[in-house]
């Protein structure tokens, strides 16, 4: 009997349910959409909106602290000091510039929009905006280039600060062939071997500063400053790198160590 | 009849399936449309995360473990972090804490509005999908006003938040439970008790409990057998300690314990009592800087910390390693999709293929946290 | 004068062409109307608006360049399929759809072929489309594509039984198996319809047809066949362009055939519902194909409401409880037909 009785029952339970099921489908049949009639209108992009970057070069003082921060390097910064006649101003922070920043390049296809290379940033130059359609058929087209240097003026800047490196640098071996002669003079009972770096003559262009040389003050650190936090992406944007030598591996991981901040995630990261 | 043997097939399900939930690939050997035996095959979304891991600064890992399982985001991000401020020993305001819960439940809400959703969609039943999906976009509302994000949030960092609520936040919630609780009587309405869908969940892939604890099984497909275990009240991190509300466990109202309407019914309920815990939280919110204990430069001293927590879909547990320096020595994510996933099966032999597809969407899988 | 054309023409080569080619006529512009109502009604309970673009008033062209495209579309015949089969299949399966509305009276004045055992006609070239989907499913040569077509033979065979005896209890009422004569015997006001004769018996056997109809037609709750979340897409998961475009026009031809025989077995056919007032001829096709887009309605209505049943649940409805139930139900009409007359 009880079977008989599920078996009526669950014959009345699904008409039943079906029922309330229709009448739940058709009370939405005459509620208003939720949906927006998409190009024509759009949400409202909070003021928090985590889209396209975007770089105020006027404030950039070229640090690369984004780039250090940015899990999936994307950002590509590359510098050139400037010379000590130039002035670059100094940004809205109040933050003198020293550097011209001869690459800044922000990946899209790569970024993640976590927004981790916003909170470092010393001036506040870099944020995120509300733009979020800028997609392209051609990948290389989302790296974007952020520089307000012309290519021609970038490649210059780098030429003059690699001079300017040239000079120190050969001063810098004068100066310690002179000290070295003197503590030969000085110390006649002579050990040969007592030279750590036999002071030879200025390399032809030599881009990495040769690391033991005990430079007489801490301020000439590097003059080009050069993190390449994606060999790849830095080739397909307009960078001054031709005129650059391309570095081996084992001196760019030597690098970070010209660096001001010595922790540089990227620079061995291939 | 006995001694007819039919030939069995093999039958590729997924990994370009449409109910896998995903890239999941179901090695199905079938007898007929009867599934003699269901092999899972994963790897198809692998993305190296503790790999990654393992290069990258302590702050950085945070945007990785967004995707790990990316409908749960926050809640992935929030068993990181406690990890790291674990590792770290520091203390985090407790507005942090209650922020973070907030979101953790919003999170949870959302997750399991995507489970309950498409799982109306394998049934065959289309229209609660889009109405969950309607209910999910209110709440990833909340989300982008409060960090920028809608997806992948980056929102809870070692030490605090990156923002802290905005104005019109706590109005905003409230609003969307207002709106939410009807919302949940109107899917039961539609689907929960609807008597195909009963039909087609109630009794199938029955989930015994002693198997489930075996299988490492946690969270709604662990609770659906009627197991009380949730982290959240069996070993209480962050401030759920502070809040009432009750484990929800499957009841076998409609079949057996443990089967795949009871899994399913867990999860609706739990939104219910996630609702609960969002309101106490929003009532009891304390004021506080979410910046205040944010670290400069994260540098755990060596040593290494094991924190578990209660994610939508089950037990969510990160391994730490720290060599003393900027960066983990080893990351290990502990995915509850992955041993959830192992049960398939167990408990899919004998079903038909129909079946199959109420028992992946039962068992609430991301492929992205099983693969990581 | 049963059909006005045949009437002009005479029954010869033209007049059998263009009665022949009148409801492909209607079957093209409907399946874009369904298809276009469907997309709409699905939207709005969805709280959704649908297509709004193409053909700027709501999407009206959604379904013109859905056709389009998938007219342009390159046709692919997989490598390991059953060529002749193949492409045989979608033709087979419009076929049944399309021979079916010879027998439908659109009105007094038009039936395609007036033919005595009309209904039984309709029953009978419907099942060719089980054989089409076999084919579709055979020759494709995937494992889903297999599974759908078992499925859909399994389906179509079993629902055809509680719709037959749903269809006989109606033929012993009005003593005819002409779906002209049926219409004739439902004339004057609504409550001559044989939903409301013999109280309650029709109205379940209405309810029964109706549910098997939805099986016949491929229909949620009943897609079993297709069941995108299962089976892929059943049978025709290896079918795209044009050939993919005739398994659609069948089951939306079908979804009328189905709703048309319901209109004229139960809810009057081309009667109007006030009696004589705006009955007629052309009033008559008007009346037979808004009956039917009202139950066209409701089948999309149950589409968009309801889950999927499971291949033994499905059997077990048909078997165990509307087979059953239209038994019964033929015994108490023909009791009361024998009786009370």
């Known amino acids: 009997m009880s079977s008989v009785d599920t078996y009526f029952k669950n014959i009345g339970k699904g008409f039943w349910t079906v029922l309330l099921g229709m009448k739940v489908t058709m009370r939405h049949l005459f509620t208003p959409a939720v949906t927006i009639q998409y190009p024509d209108a759009r949400m409202p992009i909070p003021e928090r909106g985590r889209n396209r970057l975007y770089v105020n070069m006027d404030d950039c003082i070229g640090c690369n602290q984004c780039g250090m921060a940015c899990p999936v390097g994307c950002i590509t910064i590359e510098t050139a000091k400037s010379l000590p006649t130039e002035d670059l101003g100094v940004t809205s922070t109040g933050q003198k510039k020293r550097l011209w920043v001869t690459q800044f390049d922000i990946d899209f296809a790569k970024c993640c929009y976590c927004g981790l290379c916003v909170p470092p940033c010393p001036t506040e130059c870099i944020y995120m905006t509300d733009v979020f359609e800028f997609s392209e058929y051609d990948r290389d087209k989302l790296n974007y280039s952020f520089i307000t240097l012309t290519p021609e003026e970038a490649a210059q800047k780098t030429e003059q600060a690699k001079a300017a490196e040239k000079e120190a640098a050969a001063k810098k071996a004068a100066a310690a062939a002179a000290a070295a002669q003197k503590a030969a003079q000085t110390q006649n009972a002579a050990q040969p071997n007592a030279q750590p770096n036999p002071p030879s003559a200025p390399k032809p262009a030599p881009s990495v500063a040769p690391t033991p040389q005990p430079a007489p003050a801490g301020a000439e650190a590097a003059p080009v400053s050069s993190v390449t936090a994606d060999p790849q992406g830095s080739k397909t944007a307009s960078s001054p790198e031709n005129v650059q030598p391309p570095r081996p591996q084992e001196q760019a991981a030597q690098a970070p160590q010209e660096l001001k901040t010595n922790d540089n995630p990227k620079g061995s990261a291939d | 009849m006995a001694e007819l043997r039919t030939e069995e097939m093999v039958l590729n399900m997924g990994p370009q399936h449409p109910s896998t939930h995903g890239v999941l690939r179901v090695e199905l050997v079938v007898d007929g449309e009867v599934v003699v035996d269901a092999i899972p095959h994963i790897g198809y979304l692998h993305r190296c995360f503790e790999k990654h891991a393992e290069v990258m600064s302590y702050q950085q890992i945070v945007p990785y473990c967004d995707r790990m399982d990316y409908l749960g985001s926050m809640n992935n991000d929030h068993a990181y972090v406690l990890g790291v401020e674990k590792l770290l020993n520091i203390q985090v305001p407790e507005r942090v804490e209650y922020i973070r819960v907030i979101m953790a439940e919003f999170q949870r809400i959302a997750s399991h509005l995507v489970s309950v959703g498409t799982y109306g969609l394998d049934i065959g039943a289309f229209t609660p999908f889009l109405f969950c999906f309607r209910d999910r976009e209110m709440i990833l509302d909340l989300f982008e006003m409060t960090c920028g994000a809608r997806l992948l949030y980056n929102y809870m960092w070692p030490g605090g938040l990156s923002h802290d609520l905005p104005p019109g936040f706590v109005e905003k919630a409230r609003a969307f439970i207002k709106h939410f609780r009807p919302a949940i009587k109107e899917l039961n309405e539609l689907l929960s008790y609807n008597e195909i869908f009963v039909k087609r969940t109630a009794n199938v892939g029955v989930l015994p409990a002693d198997i489930a604890i075996n299988y490492g099984a946690s969270g709604p497909t662990l609770r659906g057998s009627g197991v009380k275990w949730d982290l959240r009240k069996c070993e209480p991190y962050s401030v759920y300690d502070k809040f009432n509300w009750d484990i929800v466990v499957g009841t076998g109202e409609m079949g057996t314990l443990g089967d795949c309407w009871d899994r399913y019914m867990v999860k609706v309920w739990e939104m219910e009592q996630s609702l609960r815990i969002i309101e106490q939280a929003l009532d009891t919110l304390p004021e506080g800087d979410v910046h205040a204990a944010i670290p400069k430069r994260v540098r755990p001293p060596v040593g290494e910390v094991y924190v578990r927590s209660e994610s939508p879909r089950g037990e969510l547990a990160y391994y730490i390693v720290s060599d003393g320096s900027q960066k983990p020595y080893r990351v290990k994510g502990r995915a509850p999709s992955f041993s959830n996933l192992s049960l398939l099966p167990e408990i899919s032999r004998g079903y038909l293929i129909a079946d199959m597809i109420a028992i992946i969407g039962s068992v609430d899988i991301t492929l992205g946290d099983v693969d990581r | 004068m049963h059909n006005f054309i045949t009437y002009y023409l005479g ?277 037979l194909i808004s009956k039917g887009m009202v139950l066209v309605f409701i089948q999309i209505w149950l589409r968009w409401t309801l889950p999927r049943f499971r291949v033994d649940q499905l059997m077990y409805l048909s078997w165990k409880i509307l087979t059953p139930f239209a038994l019964v139900n033929i015994f108490a009409v023909g009791l009361w037909v024998v009786l009370r007359g």
């Open chain 3, 11 to 287: 029954a010869g080569f033209w007049g059998s062409l263009v009665s022949s080619i009148i409801p492909l006529v209607f079957i093209l512009p409907f399946a874009l109307v369904a298809i276009w109502l469907e997309l709409k009604i699905s939207a709005h309970m969805q709280d959704r608006v649908g297509p709004m673009r193409t053909g700027r008033w709501h999407g009206w062209a959604q379904p013109l360049a859905d056709v389009t495209k998938l007219i342009q579309k390159e046709d692919i015949i997989p490598a390991a399929a059953d060529k002749a089969l193949y492409i045989l299949a979608p033709a087979l399966v419009f076929v049944g759809a399309y021979a079916a509305y010879a027998a439908i009276p659109f009105s007094p004045a038009y039936i395609g072929s007036d033919i005595n055992l009309g209904i039984f006609y309709i029953v009978a070239v419907s099942a060719l489309v089980v054989i089409g989907i076999l084919m579709a499913g055979w020759s494709s040569n995937n494992k889903w594509s297999l599974l759908g077509a078992m499925r859909t033979a399994a389906q179509l065979v079993s629902y055809e039984i509680p719709s037959s005896l749903a269809i006989l209890a109606v033929v012993m009422v009005a003593g005819s198996l002409n779906l002209n004569d049926i219409c004739a015997a439902q004339s004057g006001w609504f409550w001559n319809w044989f939903v409301f004769g013999k109280f309650p018996f029709l109205f379940i056997t209405f309810i029964i047809y109706f549910i098997a109809s939805l099986a016949e037609t491929n229909r949620s709750p009943f897609d079993i066949p297709e069941a995108e979340s299962e089976l892929v897409a059943g049978y025709h998961t290896e079918y795209s362009g044009m050939r993919f475009a005739f398994f659609y026009l069948a089951e939306y031809a079908n979804m009328f055939v189905v709703a048309a025989v319901a209109a004229v077995l139960f809810f009057g056919g081309w009667n109007s519902p006030f009696g004589t007032f705006l009955s007629g001829p052309v009033w008559g096709v008007f009346w």
